[in-house]
């Protein structure tokens, strides 16, 4: 009798990778669904309002390079904070420029040279939390 060891090894890692899949995909629905949650939506737009941060722009950067509209840019102010800005203002905005984000708020207003104020809605749950609450 012939004993083929290549199907006897293959049978445990078809196991495991079944197993593995498996807890992948749990886990991508539950993510799915914690995430796109009405309590969690609800706090994080509540997180978002409730910080306030302001300061003058002292370095701008980005997390790598190039042009397009997904590309991570950040402003870091003297205060301390590092914020993450879309492409459009970033490119509006220079060193020295001032940054207010009130409490209570979901506009950031980015001031330059002392005049002109560039008014953003910057809460990226605020769609989400007004849809909530529009069912209620």
Not at 69 to 97: F, M, P, T
């Amino acid at each position: 009798m012939i004993v083929n060891e290549e199907n006897d090894t293959q049978k445990p890692i078809n196991i495991i990778a079944i197993i593995i899949l498996s807890i992948l995909v749990v886990l991508v629905i539950g993510n799915y669904f914690i995430t796109n949650s009405d309590e969690h939506i609800t706090r994080k737009y509540y997180e978002f309002n409730n910080y306030k941060f302001e300061g003058e722009i002292y370095d701008k950067r980005q997390d790598q390079s190039g042009t397009g509209a997904n590309i991570n840019r950040y402003i870091d102010l003297k205060s301390g904070i590092s914020h993450n800005v879309n492409y459009q203002i970033y490119n509006n905005i220079e060193l020295g420029d001032y940054v207010v984000k009130k409490a209570k708020s979901d506009t950031v207003y980015y001031i330059k040279n002392g005049k002109d104020t560039i008014k953003s809605m910057e809460n990226p749950y605020l769609t989400k939390f007004l849809k909530i609450n529009s069912k209620k």
